[in-house]
């Protein structure tokens, strides 16, 4: 069920307005995506109160080449997201994951030098 300025969970009762309505923007958001209530309303108040406040400091992810093909990482990880054969195939899939986790993507070439940077 989808929330409003009058219809929202209780956790979000004692926050500011701006606040509020950005958690409530959020697990709407988050609802669509898929996911439980019970797992969108504290994603959402985290991600509302790191955005509303200024606190927030942004993932990177980077877009590198890959044993095999290109792969998709959060910068300083070892894990691979995503993995596709080629960079064309990556890429909107990385913008979407990127732009949901409210991130910055670094996208680099072959040559392991840095191609592009979205999201900044």
């Known amino acids: 069920m989808p929330w409003s300025k009058n219809d929202y969970p209780d956790s979000f009762k004692n926050l500011d307005n701006a606040v509020r309505n950005k958690a409530i923007e959020i697990a709407n958001a ?8 019970g797992r969108a309303i504290p994603i959402a108040l ?15 992810y980077e877009i590198r080449k890959h044993d095999e093909g290109w792969q998709l990482k959060k910068k300083d990880s070892k894990k691979a997201i995503f993995i596709e054969e080629t960079k064309d195939n990556l890429m909107e899939e990385a913008k979407r994951y990127v732009n949901r986790n409210q991130g910055e993507l ?8 840095l191609s592009d940077t979205l999201y900044e």
């Open 30 to 37: 988050l609802l669509r995506d898929g996911y439980e209530e």
């Open 46 to 60: 985290s991600q509302a109160k790191q955005t509303e406040t200024g606190d927030e400091e942004r993932p990177v």
């Open 106 to 113: 670094h996208v680099y070439n072959e040559d392991d030098s």
